[in-house]
């Protein structure tokens, strides 16, 4: 079970690692955090990122559990309502996902890694969690999904270490 600040407090940080980050990439012309306007809520994207001649789509995942090894991807964010998971529909051209601690960075590249990852997804463990909502609360379901298999498997995912 998880509550609602306890995620809002990964992915703030998520947000503020990775695009001070960003910033100091040379290659980088600009950053913008877009997480909160409805048209790219709409398409799961939470950053742009610009660079010369191009204006990519990212969406962050921020993620605690480094030691377990896995990747969460969801599946459902919402299965009482029937909603899909963000990794299913986000429109991004990268998924950063991000583990605070250790500040370690996979850039996954998408839609190459969904794809991958349908192909695939049943030799994956489901699991879920809980978040209470007021009196009520909401499932969360995805598939736990070994890094060194999406390493070895999807091309173009970049590692990233930040420094402390």
Known sequence: MYS????????????????????????????????????YQKMDVDLLWHLEGACLKVE????????T????????????RGTPGCFLYTEADWLFYYFVTPRTLYQLPMPETRHWFLKHQQQFRE?????????????TVGRLVPIRQVLAEVPRVVRVQFGT
């Open 4 to 39: 609602m600040d306890d995620g809002m407090s990964i992915a703030r940080q998520a947000s503020r690692d990775i695009e001070a980050w960003l910033n100091g990439i040379p290659e980088t012309l600009g950053v913008e955090n877009v997480e909160d306007e409805p048209e």
């Open 69 to 80: 090894g896995n990747f969460f991807f969801e599946t459902h964010s919402n299965r009482e």
């Open 127 to 139: 699991r879920s969690t809980r978040t209470p909502v007021g009196r009520s609360f909401y499932t």
């Open 60 to 67: 962050i995942k921020g993620d605690r559990h480094h030691k």
